[in-house]
């Protein structure tokens, strides 16, 4: 069940609560999280991690995102996971 709609402020905070959940780390480290921070490059989170993330915010905002044509070295930083999510929002809601 969707808990949050996909606008930016939302986006990042799931993001944070989802790698709270998966490090057990507190908001300190993960409020340092910049827009061009690459989760996995970063070793933040893995590749497996990163799908999981991917779907946690799917099922958190009801919005289903095409990664076909995704840029995977930009939609693995902060900005790119916001900018898809938002935009994939505001086309579902046309």
């Known amino acids: 069940m969707a808990m949050s709609v996909a ?6 905070a ?4 989802f790698l709270a959940e998966r490090t057990g780390t507190v908001t300190a ?3 340092a999280l910049g827009d061009e921070t690459n989760l996995i490059e970063s070793d933040i989170l893995d590749s497996a ?3 999981e993330l991917v779907l946690f915010l799917e099922e958190k905002t009801a919005v289903t995102i ?24 505001a086309i579902k809601n046309d």
Not at 66 to 88: E, K, P, W
């Open 7 to 12: 606008s930016d402020d939302n986006i990042l």
């Open 14 to 17: 799931l993001i944070n609560e």
């Open 29 to 31: 480290h993960l409020n």
């Open 49 to 51: 991690s990163f799908v």
């Open 66 to 89: 095409d990664l076909s044509n995704a840029d995977t070295d930009t939609l693995a930083t902060v900005r790119g996971l916001r900018q898809i999510f938002c935009d994939a929002a």
